[in-house]
């Protein structure tokens, strides 16, 4: 075994079928789940291997999680193990679940807001989804369920950001995630698009917003996606490289093992219907993508990047779904900064007061 890091988060998607069709979905996610997906006992005797291998934290995701009716028993079973459980939901059927999350003792739910309510709705391709979605984060706020909001930034909504947090600040919400949309699945077939000039804006309004200043600010989380090493980098640690493979993976409803359920379905280390979770993780070719990395691994926009070997090219997510390769991500503050002629346009003003 030569390889001897743990998978200390793991992603579990429990279906790919979704109440939704957004325009922006990297899943390309629709009402129909995967063939084959995994039964609840082989889901349960999935989470028993979990411990062996010393996954700390589980993020339940999809296509939509809530669809999965058996959501509370896997929340249950990974409770009774002693992990930590998370929920990315698009937050549909949050109101009528809101007792049963508060209940799960899950340590975050998070619920995806893309923008005001227009925006938020052209997105997601359903009219009064802004609103519907708001009235449920309101009834698990008022339940006790732990709230964050997620949202993936584009060139449709950049200029919305600081309506949004003013928004976020006044339901309620102390936590949200900002992140690049990955231009993949039906993102890519719809042309949602995030220009280096919305990459920058977005990276300036995060250094904004976590300058120093009162206490009843939303505490941001951005995501691995944005960096890297100027001082619009945010991150309270520096960057290592994509943890895909290295501390966490992604499971399929159907049983595949990947490094990221972000990365395309061809990114199959082995599934789990064949071997256990152990074998697929540890095996000698698993992962070799990151595993294997060197500066030779480097492609064009990071190659002879001073930071090359620390960063290993960003996000892998990110750089496959822009250029089709990876160590190759384009989305990066140091690249696009030096590139720049004026290398620091006016930054946005700070909406910590706001």
Not at 106 to 128: A, F, M, N, Q
Not at 184 to 210: C, M, P
Not at 214 to 234: H, Q
């Amino acid at each position: 075994m030569s390889f001897e890091g743990f998978p200390i988060v793991v992603g579990l998607e429990l279906t790919l079928a979704c109440n939704l069709q957004c325009k922006h979905c990297a899943s390309s996610a629709t009402g129909k789940t995967r063939k084959h997906e995994l039964s609840l006992r082989q889901l349960l005797n999935l989470c028993d291997q979990f411990p062996d291998l010393f996954v700390q934290e589980v993020d339940l995701t999809g296509g939509e999680p809530l669809l999965r009716a058996e959501w509370t028993k896997v929340t249950e079973h990974l409770r009774k193990l002693g992990i930590v459980v998370r929920m990315v939901t698009n937050g549909i059927l949050l109101k009528e679940n809101a007792k049963k999350l508060a209940d799960s003792g899950i340590t975050t739910v998070g619920i995806s807001l893309d923008g005001l309510e227009e925006t938020h709705d052209y997105i997601r391709e359903k009219p009064g989804l802004f609103s519907h979605i708001v009235s449920g984060i309101e009834a698990a706020l008022a339940e006790g369920v732990p709230v964050a909001v997620i949202t993936a930034v584009n060139d449709i909504n950049i200029g919305q950001l600081p309506a949004l947090q003013s928004f976020l600040r006044e339901l309620g919400i102390k936590h949200w995630q900002l992140q690049p949309t990955f231009s993949i699945g039906r993102a890519w077939d719809n042309e949602i698009t995030v220009s280096n000039q919305t990459y920058l804006e977005l990276g300036r309004y995060i250094r904004h917003l976590k300058a120093p200043c009162d206490t009843s600010a939303i505490s941001i989380m951005p995501a691995d996606g944005v960096g890297y090493f100027t001082d619009l980098d945010t991150r309270e640690r520096p960057w290592k490289g994509c943890s895909a493979g290295i501390s966490s993976c992604g499971i399929t409803s159907d049983g595949n093992v990947k490094g990221c359920l972000s990365l395309p379905d061809h990114f199959n280390e082995g599934n789990l219907r064949e071997q256990d979770f152990w074998s697929i993780w540890f095996a000698e070719s698993s992962f070799a993508f990151n595993r294997q990395f060197s500066n030779g691994s480097l492609n064009d926009n990071c190659k002879g990047c001073s930071y090359g070997n620390q960063c290993k090219g960003g996000c892998a997510v990110i750089s496959y779904a822009a250029t089709g390769r990876l160590h190759n991500n384009p989305y990066c503050f140091h690249r696009l900064l030096n590139k720049s002629a004026t290398p620091d346009p006016a930054a946005i003003p700070s909406s910590c007061n706001t």
